[in-house]
């Protein structure tokens, strides 16, 4: 079992950063590639990004590639996704989640463990 709390979301303005953080416990975290997901309001969750179970591999989706950049601490077992250029179309909630595999992957049935999840909201 991996235990997931993400934080750090919140309202910003358009053209600013956030930085969110997710704290993971429980299982080893250097054991699972790990995701953060959104899900627009009215939308289905989406894939953001991506990072393997050592740091390799970052997938990125094509909305958020040169604005978006995730990263973990094992030592701390934290995972991060840095947010800036934000959009009116970033809006969402986001969730971080643990996948049953080490390597960076995309897809949603993938992932085995997942946060409660942190509202961000971009004001144009």
């Known amino acids: 079992q991996v235990q997931l709390v993400e934080s750090g979301g919140g309202l910003v303005q358009a053209g600013g950063s956030l930085r969110l953080s997710c704290a993971a416990s429980?299982?080893?975290?250097?054991?699972?590639?790990m995701g953060w997901f959104r899900q627009p309001p009215g939308k289905e969750r989406e894939f953001v990004a991506a990072?393997?179970?050592?740091?390799?591999?970052?997938p990125y989706a094509d909305s958020v590639k040169g604005r978006f950049t995730i990263s973990r601490d094992n030592a701390d077992n934290t995972l991060y996704l840095q947010m800036d250029g934000l959009k009116p179309e970033d809006t969402a909630v986001y969730f971080c989640?643990?996948?049953?595999?080490?390597?960076?992957?995309?897809?949603?049935?993938?992932?085995?463990?997942w946060g409660q999840g942190t509202q961000v909201t971009v004001s144009s």
């Open positions: 989640a643990a996948s049953s595999i080490v390597l960076p992957n995309t897809r949603k049935e993938l992932y085995r463990y």
């Open positions: 429980g299982r080893i975290f250097s054991h699972h590639a």
């Open positions: 990072i393997g179970s050592i740091g390799r591999g970052t």
